[in-house]
């Protein structure tokens, strides 16, 4: 659920800081909801919101207005004692338990009961309508339309049939591609609930009265979802503007209710449905697990503070503080954020912004969630991510997260680097690393399947290839064979085709692969990770050859990484080339420097030779005028393109940002190392050789008559 303010909700500020807007409930316009003031201050010499910071509490004068305090972020140890009390008022907030749930809804099977009749004439319906479209051969034909209906279903039967369409939505392996198109659509729109429960509630929770918290609250919520509803209200301690969401009533019953049932059909499908390879039962219980953990508000600010604290480093990514003394088990009162959503191309340009420099933005940023820390945000939908009027992405609504295995986030980059060198044997074997597969699971006829999609797919290159035909196209394949793919896998589908998906509106050519490559080369050039390592000389080497064309690929595309540094990837190569164990690598690499030296050695003579008036060519190179060296144009074309491929790289290297001379001392003292000296002199006699064949050749053309033609 969003905690949002888009310019189409007509916000303004009156008098005495009270914020009024358009309504159109009821057909009739409605005010802001104002305090009454002799009740607000009243209450508030009883229960004051806020202590001074000397502990007195200060009492309004019935003459004054309250107190308006400048906003200040609290140090570390108040902002510690404010969130150990939030978290002491959720000490009893409700842990997912499949015994518990059982417990309480098996004692009540009436309720059961009439739950049950309900999802059965919704559900059973539409099993009806696919079994007569089988026997009729018209699965295939009616699967849109199937998928447009179950949508509207899980909508009527309440929020957590919304949450587990959602969840489908993400898994490839479950569902066909139409129906996780569909089911993405469902939306946490639902209508909302009595404001004075809403205000009862956080009263409860808070054990402080509405008054004696805010200045103002909005009569209506902002924004409603399946699990709470939004007000905008104005602090009173301090003057800010904060957002309140606040939980809908008897949610957690409706809900534990809900998946005590659907656990109960998920028993039946493990043991019946033969067909159905994944833990279905297992399944269900994680995803209810995770619903159960949205319930909590105390966890989801726990969520927003490492969220902060791990990606709001960046100048253009906006995290909204937290109200750790207005939060509770059900209460969530956050920092408000003026901005605009994503997906109003339109209004964001208007205010001077590029929404695909926020995209760009929104893409790095995922990156680091899903590859470099692996906290990450998995419900990334437009409504989440706001253009703010400075230029920043606001990420809000941190109920759902997720994380990825740290095994998970190397084997992905590798799995990319399998992708770009279309290893298709090494792909099927990464779903052992990712998960995807148990051991036991033969990858062998999965190859042809990954082959015959990416070779149709990358036409070109997989910078150019489009993140959803992408996601399509594995889908298909996921759903064809044994794979069971992770909850995080999923998520991380989700959230990169929500992005592009975005950009798409302002860029139809727009791929978000060809965004991400940067941030992967970076990781590749300069992660010293050895899994990374191995990864980087895969990509770089093949048949014995280093591929420079590679090497110069991958550092234009790093160098596009903001965080790009040319020091952090020279250094680990070299560590790596002077490993003990490196002796392979050292072979590779001492072949291909004897390569370079004598395309620099013989390029310098070429251009030499090239730079002499004519007259002087035959008389400095024994009389022949057909060039300097014995060798064909093919050798030499493709000898000069290395020497130019290597001053290119190097070019790079100095062009980046953090390139200072000074870099290369660390690697003159590498070099001083025995294993580096000896590799020093394994490549100086391997060049010495390699020109000294080369003179040979010239000494012999010269001293062979040339054959004339025959009279």
Request: hydrophobic residues 40%; proline residues 6%; glycine residues 6%.
């Amino acid at each position: 659920m969003s905690l949002v303010a888009t310019q189409s909700l007509g916000l303004t500020l009156t008098g005495d800081g009270v914020f009024s807007r358009n309504s159109r409930r009821n057909g009739e316009k409605s005010e802001l909801f104002l305090v009454n003031r002799k009740r607000s201050l009243t209450r508030a010499a009883l229960v004051q919101a806020k202590p001074r910071e000397d502990g007195a509490v200060s009492t309004p004068s019935p003459s004054s207005k309250p107190p308006v305090i400048q906003y200040r972020r609290a140090d570390l140890a108040d902002d510690l004692q404010a969130e150990a009390r939030a978290l002491a008022r959720a000490v009893d907030a409700s842990v997912y338990s499949p015994e518990l749930i059982a417990k309480k809804h098996g004692s009540q099977p009436l309720k059961a009961l009439r739950r049950s009749l309900e999802i059965l004439t919704a559900l059973g319906g539409f099993a009806l309508k696919l079994g007569i479209d089988q026997r009729q051969g018209k699965l295939e034909q009616n699967m849109k339309k199937r998928a447009r209906e179950l949508r509207r279903i899980f909508t009527r039967l309440g929020p957590t049939f919304v949450k587990l369409g959602q969840g489908l939505s993400t898994r490839p392996d479950l569902c066909p591609p139409d129906y996780l198109e569909e089911l993405a659509e469902l939306q946490d729109a639902l209508p909302t609930f009595p404001d004075a429960e809403a205000f009862a509630c956080i009263e409860r929770e808070l054990d402080l009265s509405l008054e004696s918290i805010f200045s103002s609250v909005s009569p209506e919520p902002i924004a409603a979802a399946s699990l709470g509803q939004v007000y905008k209200a104005h602090l009173r301690y301090s003057g800010q503007n904060v957002a309140v969401k606040v939980q809908r009533p008897g949610i957690e019953e409706a809900i534990g209710l809900d998946f005590y049932l659907i656990r109960g059909v998920g028993k039946l499908i493990n043991k019946y449905a033969d067909f159905i390879t994944t833990d279905v039962l297992a399944l269900i219980d994680e995803f209810a697990c995770r619903v159960y953990q949205e319930l909590n508000y105390v966890q989801e600010a726990q969520n927003a503070r490492r969220f902060k604290k791990l990606y709001a480093d960046k100048a253009d990514v906006l995290v909204p503080d937290i109200f750790w003394d207005y939060t509770s088990r059900r209460v969530l009162t956050m920092e408000w954020v003026e901005g605009t959503k994503l997906n109003e191309q339109v209004a964001i340009e208007s205010q001077g912004l590029k929404v695909l420099d926020l995209v760009n933005t929104g893409i790095q940023c995922s990156l680091r969630q899903l590859l470099e820390y692996g906290f990450f945000h998995a419900d990334p939908h437009p409504g989440n991510l706001l253009a703010t009027p400075d230029g920043k992405l606001a990420f809000l609504d941190f109920g759902m997260m997720s994380e990825t295995p740290e095994e998970a986030r190397y084997a992905i980059i590798g799995h990319v680097v399998h992708l770009v060198n279309r290893d298709y044997e090494a792909m099927a074997r990464d779903y052992y690393a990712l998960k995807f597969l148990s051991p036991d699971v033969d990858v062998t006829p999965i190859v042809p399947a990954l082959r015959d999609f990416f070779d149709d797919a990358l036409t070109y290159t997989v910078s150019e290839l489009n993140f959803k035909t992408l996601v399509d196209g594995l889908g298909a394949v996921f759903y064809q064979y044994p794979f069971n793919v992770p909850p995080y896998y999923a998520l991380i589908l989700r959230s990169l085709t929500v992005l592009e998906g975005l950009a798409l509106y302002a860029d139809p050519n727009f791929k978000v692969l060809a965004a991400s490559y940067p941030y992967f080369a970076k990781r590749l050039l300069t992660d010293p990770n050895p899994y990374l390592r191995d990864a980087l000389i895969e990509l770089l080497f093949k048949d014995g050859k280093f591929r420079w064309n590679r090497l110069e690929n991958l550092l234009q595309q790093g160098s596009k990484d903001r965080d790009f540094s040319a020091k952090e990837a020279l250094q680990p190569v070299l560590k790596l080339l002077l490993d003990p164990n490196g002796e392979e690598l050292r072979l590779l690499v001492i072949k291909e420097a004897v390569r370079v030296s004598e395309a620099i050695a013989l390029g310098t003579v070429v251009d030499t030779y090239n730079s002499m008036p004519v007259f002087l060519r035959s008389l400095v190179f024994s009389g022949s005028g057909n060039g300097p060296l014995t060798m064909s144009a093919a050798e030499l074309e493709s000898t000069l393109e290395l020497r130019d491929q290597v001053s290119r790289i190097w070019s790079l290297l100095q062009s980046s940002e953090s390139f200072d001379p000074a870099i290369l001392q660390p690697i003159v003292q590498v070099l001083q190392q025995p294993e580096a000296r000896r590799l020093g002199g394994r490549v100086a006699g391997g060049v010495g050789q390699r020109l000294a064949a080369r003179f040979l050749q010239q000494l012999l053309r010269a001293t062979t008559p040339s054959s004339s033609p025959a009279p």
